[in-house]
T-cell receptor
Framework: NAGVTQTPKFRVLKTGQSMTLLCAQD?????MYWYRQDPGMGLRLIHY???????AKGEVPDGYNVSRLKKQNFLLGLESAAPSQTSVYFC?????????????FGAGSRLTVL | AQSVTQLDSQVPVFEEAPVELRCNYS??????LFWYVQYPNQGLQLLLK??????LVKGINGFEAEFKKSETSFHLTKPSAHMSDAAEYFC????????????FGQGTTLQVKP
């Protein structure tokens, strides 16, 4: 039972390069989320999806794009990376929109932009 | 809008000493409250949650938290710290019908000294 899998786990980019982070879940969850974690700031929501083919902006969406072409996958893209996007990125999923529902998190993807 | 404040960025304790990690929230509507733990180089996992009912909530690894609506607090406690409890702890809030999005606090690092 893999749960939520993120790839890659580590990546170093140069300013201006692009990349995509992949999140895959095998729990048939409807809802998926991308967060970024920065020291002293907790986790902040970048984008989320309430189902296949849907995406919505979170708290800090600028500089990122997402796609949810398949229910099990949620991709986070950086079109032109900036040093301010150096962070640890976490994907999470849940089976319902109930506020009481628990999110299942991936292990994280550490991105460094030089 | 909801927000979460974790009052301490670091909490040092000696092994077998009691632990208290403080969390306050603000919201104009009823909320659900969570504590997540993050061990080094891992994703977040749920410690405990408050949805409705009993205000004293018990979680894994001997942790518990009490929801105090009048004080808008949800402090995490444990009677006796173990070395294995050293980790970062996040308080989070959600509300019904909010697509399951979590708002996180800044995080508290629990340091356990022998």
């Amino acid at each position: 039972n893999a749960g939520v899998t993120q790839t890659p786990k580590f990546r170093v980019l140069k300013t201006g390069q692009s990349m995509t982070l992949l999140c895959a879940q095998d729990m048939n969850h409807e809802y998926m989320y991308w967060y970024r974690q920065d020291p002293g700031m907790g986790l902040r929501l970048i984008h989320y999806s309430v189902g296949e083919g849907t995406t919505a902006k979170g708290e800090v969406p600028d500089g990122y794009n997402v796609s949810r072409l398949k229910k099990q996958n949620f991709l986070l893209g950086l079109e032109s990376a900036a040093p301010s996007q150096t962070s640890v990125y976490f994907c999470a999923s849940s089976y319902s929109s109930s506020g009481a529902n628990v999110l299942t998190f991936g292990a994280g993807s550490r991105l460094t932009v030089l | 809008a909801q927000s979460v404040t974790q009052l301490d960025s670091q909490v040092p304790v000696f092994e077998e000493a009691p632990v208290e990690l403080r969390c306050n929230y603000s919201s104009s509507v009823s909320v659900y409250l969570f504590w997540y733990v993050q061990y080094p180089n891992q994703g977040l996992q749920l410690l405990l949650k408050y949805t409705t009912g009993a205000t004293l909530v018990k979680g894994i690894n001997g942790f518990e938290a009490e929801f105090k609506k009048s004080e808008t607090s949800f402090h995490l406690t444990k009677p006796s710290a173990h070395m294995s409890d050293a980790a970062e702890y996040f308080c989070a809030v959600s509300r019904s019908g909010n697509t399951g999005k979590l708002i996180f606090g800044q995080g508290t690092t629990l340091q356990v000294k022998p």
